[in-house]
Structure formats: structure tokens, C-alpha cells
């Protein structure tokens, strides 16, 4: 037996049974595994309402609209997978090592799409290019043509359409985790491909993309996550996928467990795509063998190239928040919310409340789970990570029930024991409460600030740990001296991304907000429920206006690393 190697009463650890090596999981991990267990509650109320045996909605739905609804949601997924990565690692490149007009414009407006709601760039796309929008209408006036004459002007209202919107909301999950990665990669491995002949774009496919394979794939896996969970864009699309048919079931048929049961499925196509991307990647790591290294020179480009590149960068700025943004603009201005601005405030503060709160405890408890995983290693930690994470393939509505029926459980049974035991009635403490309503979004995004600080922490050597715990470190003290101030940059966006995240949540705060809690998306929706857009414009304005604070945040601290 080698000298080093752990022993237990004269045992090596690595012959002893499970039971006996759970001891090796630290303090860390078993807090994770409480946070996971936690933060899973709904996803266990959902698992148990699917346990009911299938009903007549059930075979209703398997018998007739299934096979559409799997078609449609991969087809979704695929198609806005493919534009959202491709737009956010290709900008991110370009900004990233090249100087050309404007760069320094784009970077920061690359980011601007973050604080577009889905739903309200869907409303906006809708209004504008719908047979008796204003583009149609001028082509028809111009040309003289009929709308029946009309038919080879694309149709929006389509899964296209609806993945054209997607994609260029949500490839800033992308860019800003690909940026990053780019940003700490080393300089000389960039130059060394460019000495053995190949050009910018051969290091970019060859050497910088597969590097950054975890940002890709953790911006990519948030990416079609929130596709998946979508309801407000597929629906106004009429688009029919698995988010819709959970909506119809539980809300239309009445039929929680048939619910569950699609709820269920849909999670574990997403399991299948986190476990597939995990396997692919095996054990290889992508840290830098070294942190000292010049910073990269942007190649300068000229002429066709420089253009290309502006052009390049400006697109998904272009489709993802310039035309939804000024159709919101107009809107307004011809017609907009006849409240008076003071009464805005309300709105605006429990928003801005809401998402502080959230994106603080988010980031709190990804950071728990993450360096639990790191620090251990152990299988039962790394599934608590991947458990917790899966509430963001939940669509809100359905997480919000999941959230209220275990905390009706303990509200009944504390306002019980109060009566047994004290004579007074409590009431509902926890059931929509603003407690309730930060614990639901923490169970939906919990998958963003995981995504992006897990993407941080593969990038870091676990050298500079042991160097640590070689002077004496402990592990916790390790990590907060060493990793978590190296961690800082995947942190600060991780924690704006669920900020803004939350900011646009809608079918969760309808449900379980306090009784005159509204907020800025509730506002929205009210309004565009109505068909009453260009009044709902002016609170979507505000949602966008409070986004852009964290954006700028997020871009000067970019630029710091830069």
C-alpha cells in the first residue's frame, strides 16, 4: 500500500463500500446536496402528480397532438440552438480578436437583446409584419398587389418565425459566456496557429472554438432550455409544442396528472441533452496551462473584410432588439399606456426588488452547488447539481403549482399546530408570498447562474487549489482566497443574466404575487391580452430600459478584462 494513499482503521478508502466513502464528501457538498433537495421540491410535486395512472386526457393527447408537439418542439429547439450558438460565438470572436469600424459600438449593443422579453419581441414582429401590419401594407400600396397576391411574403406567425425570434433574443447567453472564455484564453496558443499558416478564421474553428466548448455548451444548454420552457412566443406563433400541451392539459382539460406526466417528459429531454453533451466531452478539461500571458492584439481589418464584420455583429443587434425596440417606441408614442408615469413606480420597484433579491440568492446557492461538485468529485453531488438545474426546462406556470403545493402543505399544518397549540390562526405564510414567489424563480433559473459559473470554474487549473492546500489552505479558505476572486467575472454575469431573467418571468409571478403585487410583465401582459399592444408598449419599454443597467454593468466589466 503506498504511503499516501487514505486509509480508514488501517483500510484503503478505495476499497471500502459506498456507505463508508459517502465520509469523503466535505462540508460543501452535503450542503449542496440540502440546497439541491430544496430547490427540487417542485420538481418532486410534479414527479408525484405524474405518478397517477393515465386518464382519458392522457390518450387524448398521445392519440392526437403528441407526435406534433415532440415534432415541433425539436425542430424549435434545433433551429434556434444552431442560430443562437452561431450568432453568439461567432460575435464574440469577432469582437473579441479583431479591430475593425465600430467594434467597440458592438460589444456593448451585442448585449442589448437581454432586456427583450420573448413574448414582447413576438408581439412587436407580429404587429409589424402581419398581413395588416405596416410592411405589408406598404408593399401592398406601392405595388398595388392584393394580400391574396401576397403569398410569397414569408409567414411569421410559423415555427420559423417563432425560431427567428427566439434565436435572437437568447444568443446573448452565448456571446457573453464565449467571450469570456475567449477573453481568458491563452494568447499563444492563437499565434502559434497563426505561424503554421492557418488563417483567423482555421484558429477560430481549430483552436479557440474547441476550447470554449464549455461556454458554448452552457450557453447553448440555456439556449434551448428556455426554448423548450417557452409559452408566451409559441403561442402567440401558434406553434404547438410541449409547453403549450402542458398549458391545454393542465389548464384546458383540467387534468393535472396528464400535466405532470408531459411535464415529466419534457424534463427528461432535457436530461438526455445535459447527460449527451457531458459524454461527449468525457474527461477532458479546457483550463489554460498557463495565466501568464501578453494580452491579444485585434488583427485590424480592412476594406470588404472590416465591413463584413461590422455587418456581421450588427445583424442579431439589428433583429434582436433594434426593430422589436423602435416598433415598441412608436407604439408608445401614438398610443401608449394612459397611466400617468407615477404610477409606474409601484410596477418598477417590485420588479427591480423581485430580481435583486433573486439574482443575489441565485448566484449564492449556484456557487454552493458548484464548488460542492468541484471540491468532491462525488457522483451524488454532481446529480444534485444536475437536479437543481432542471427546473428550467419547467415551463413558470408549472413550476409555480409544483412551488405552491408543498408550501400549502406547511402553511395547513403550521396554522394547524398554531391553533392545537396557541389558540390563533396564522393563516398562509408562505403561499403567495414574495418568499414563494423568489423561491419559484430561484427553482427556474437556478440552471443560469449554474450554466455560467460552472463554465467559469472549468477554466480554472486545479493547481492554483492545491497550491493552496500545500501552504495549508483549508478547501473552503482555499477557495475563498484562490478561485472565488478568480471566479468573480463568471459570477457578476451569471447573476445579471438571472437578473434579467426574472425581471421578464411572467407566468410564475401571475400566479403565485401577493395580492396588488403587480409588476412590469404583469402589466404587459394584461395589456397585450387585451389585443391592447401599443398601450402594453410603454411598460415593455420600462422592462427594457431596467435590463440595459446590468447590460452596461456587464460591458465595462468585460472591458476591465480585456
Not at 375 to 396: E, F, K, M
Request: charged share 10%; proline share 6%.
Amino acid at each position: 500500500m503506498s504511503r499516501n494513499q487514505p486509509v480508514l482503521a488501517g483500510v484503503p478508502t478505495s476499497t471500502l463500500p459506498p456507505l463508508h466513502r459517502l465520509r469523503r464528501i466535505p462540508a460543501l457538498g452535503w450542503l449542496g446536496l440540502a440546497l439541491a433537495l430544496l430547490v427540487s421540491l417542485p420538481l418532486l410535486a410534479v414527479l408525484a402528480a405524474a405518478a397517477v395512472p393515465a386518464g382519458e386526457a392522457w390518450r387524448h393527447v398521445l392519440h392526437t397532438t403528441l407526435a406534433e408537439m415532440l415534432g415541433n418542439s425539436a425542430l424549435l429547439a434545433v433551429a434556434v440552438g444552431l442560430m443562437a450558438a452561431s450568432a453568439g460565438a461567432i460575435s464574440a470572436w469577432l469582437v473579441s480578436t479583431c479591430a475593425f469600424p465600430g467594434r467597440r459600438l458592438v460589444e456593448v449593443a451585442l448585449l442589448l437583446p437581454l432586456a427583450m422579453p420573448a413574448y414582447v419581441s413576438g408581439y412587436a414582429y407580429t404587429w409589424l409584419l402581419d398581413v395588416a401590419g405596416p410592411v405589408q401594407s406598404a408593399i401592398r400600396a406601392a405595388t398595388g398587389l392584393t394580400w391574396r397576391q401576397m403569398g410569397w411574403f414569408p409567414e411569421i406567425r410559423s415555427l420559423p418565425g417563432a425560431a427567428l425570434v427566439l434565436a435572437m433574443v437568447l444568443y446573448p447567453y452565448v456571446y457573453m459566456l464565449c467571450r469570456a472564455a475567449f477573453l481568458q484564453q491563452s494568447t499563444c496558443l492563437i499565434e502559434v496557429s497563426r505561424t503554421l499558416g492557418h488563417s483567423l478564421t482555421r484558429s477560430f474553428l481549430r483552436v479557440a472554438l474547441p476550447l470554449a466548448r464549455p461556454a458554448l455548451a452552457a450557453g447553448t444548454a440555456l439556449v434551448l432550455m428556455e426554448v423548450l420552457a417557452d409559452f408566451g412566443t409559441v403561442q402567440h406563433f401558434g406553434v404547438r409544442t410541449f409547453t403549450t400541451g402542458i398549458y391545454e392539459t393542465w389548464f384546458g382539460m383540467q387534468d393535472r396528472g396528464a400535466a405532470s406526466q408531459l411535464s415529466v417528459a419534457l424534463l427528461a429531454c432535457v436530461a438526455l441533452l445535459m447527460l449527451g453533451e457531458r459524454f461527449a466531452r468525457g474527461g477532458r478539461r479546457y483550463h489554460p496551462m498557463t495565466t501568464r500571458h501578453p494580452p491579444f492584439r485585434p488583427v485590424q481589418l480592412a476594406g470588404f473584410k472590416a465591413w463584413l464584420a461590422l455587418a456581421a455583429c450588427l445583424m442579431p443587434v439589428l433583429l434582436g432588439f433594434l426593430v422589436p425596440a423602435g416598433t415598441l417606441l412608436v407604439l408608445a408614442l401614438q398610443a401608449g399606456d394612459p397611466l400617468s408615469p407615477h404610477r409606474y413606480l409601484p410596477y418598477a420597484t417590485h420588479s427591480l426588488l423581485l430580481a435583486g433579491i433573486t439574482a443575489v440568492l441565485a448566484v449564492a446557492l449556484a456557487g454552493v452547488l458548484a464548488w460542492g461538485v468541484r471540491l468532491s468529485g462525488h457522483w451524488l453531488t454532481r446529480v444534485s447539481a444536475r437536479v437543481a438545474a432542471l427546473g428550467y426546462a419547467l415551463p413558470g406556470s408549472v413550476i409555480a403549482v409544483g412551488t405552491l403545493m408543498p408550501f400549502g402543505i406547511f402553511d395547513n399544518a403550521l396554522n394547524g399546530w398554531t391553533r392545537a397549540h396557541l389558540g390563533v390562526s396564522v393563516g398562509l405564510v408562505l403561499s403567495g408570498s414574495i418568499a414563494a414567489l423568489v423561491f419559484a424563480y430561484l427553482v427556474r433559473f437556478m440552471a443560469v447562474a449554474l450554466g455560467g459559473l460552472e463554465s467559469g470554474l472549468a477554466r480554472l487549473k486545479p493547481s492554483l487549489r492545491d497550491a493552496a492546500r500545500s501552504l495549508g489552505a483549508t478547501a473552503g479558505r482555499a477557495v475563498w482566497r484562490v478561485e472565488m476572486p478568480l471566479s468573480r467575472g463568471a459570477m457578476l454575469s451569471a447573476g445579471l443574466l438571472v437578473f434579467v431573467d426574472t425581471m421578464k418571468e411572467l407566468p410564475a409571478t401571475l400566479i403565485i404575487r401577493p395580492f396588488d403585487f403587480d409588476t412590469l410583465a404583469v402589466r404587459v401582459n394584461t395589456l397585450a391580452s387585451d389585443e391592447r399592444l401599443a398601450e402594453a408598449s410603454s411598460a415593455a419599454l420600462l422592462i427594457v430600459l431596467a435590463g440595459l443597467v446590468p447590460v452596461m454593468i456587464l460591458t465595462r466589466a468585460m472591458r476591465r478584462r480585456d
